[in-house]
C-alpha cells in the first residue's frame, strides 16, 4: 500500500491550501482515512479522518471550521481543503490509512504515506 500526498506549499495567514492523497495498493474505498500533522519540535497530531463512505468525518478542535476531509473513491484520493491558514498550522501533513472503514475511538492507523510540507506566514 502506498500513499503519495501532494499540495503544500508556502502561503500567507488567511489564505487557502488544498493537501490530495492518492492511495494505492488494497481497495481504498474499504477504509477510512485521516490527516495528522507534526510541527517542529512537536508530536504528530491528529487533524482529520473521514469514514470509508464519507460519511462521517471528525476534526480536532484546533481546525474545526476552517478545514474540510472529503474523499473520491473513484479517483482513489482523500483530500483536506485548508482554509483560514494561521501560523499555527504550519506543520508536516501526513496522510493515514486505517484499519476499518468505520472510525472509532480503538481505530489505529496502519498505513502512513510521506509528509508534505505546509508553511503559513504572518
Known amino acids: 500500500v502506498q500513499l503519495q500526498a501532494s499540495g503544500g506549499g508556502l502561503v500567507q495567514a488567511g489564505g487557502s491550501l488544498r493537501l490530495s492523497c492518492a492511495a494505492s495498493g488494497r481497495t481504498f474505498s474499504s477504509y477510512a482515512m485521516g490527516w495528522f500533522r507534526q510541527a517542529p519540535g512537536k508530536e504528530r497530531e491528529f487533524v482529520a479522518a473521514?469514514?470509508?463512505?464519507?460519511?462521517?468525518?471528525y476534526y480536532a478542535d484546533s481546525v474545526k471550521g476552517r478545514f474540510t476531509i472529503s474523499r473520491d473513491n473513484a479517483k482513489n484520493t482523500v483530500y483536506l481543503q485548508m482554509n483560514s491558514l494561521k501560523p499555527e498550522d504550519t506543520a508536516v501533513y501526513y496522510c493515514?490509512?486505517?484499519?476499518?472503514?468505520?472510525?472509532?475511538?480503538?481505530?489505529?492507523?496502519?498505513?502512513w504515506g510521506q509528509g508534505t510540507l505546509v508553511t503559513v506566514s504572518s
Open positions: 473521514i469514514s470509508w463512505s464519507g460519511g462521517s468525518t
Open positions: 493515514a490509512q486505517y484499519g476499518s472503514s468505520w472510525l472509532s475511538a480503538n481505530s489505529v492507523v496502519e498505513v
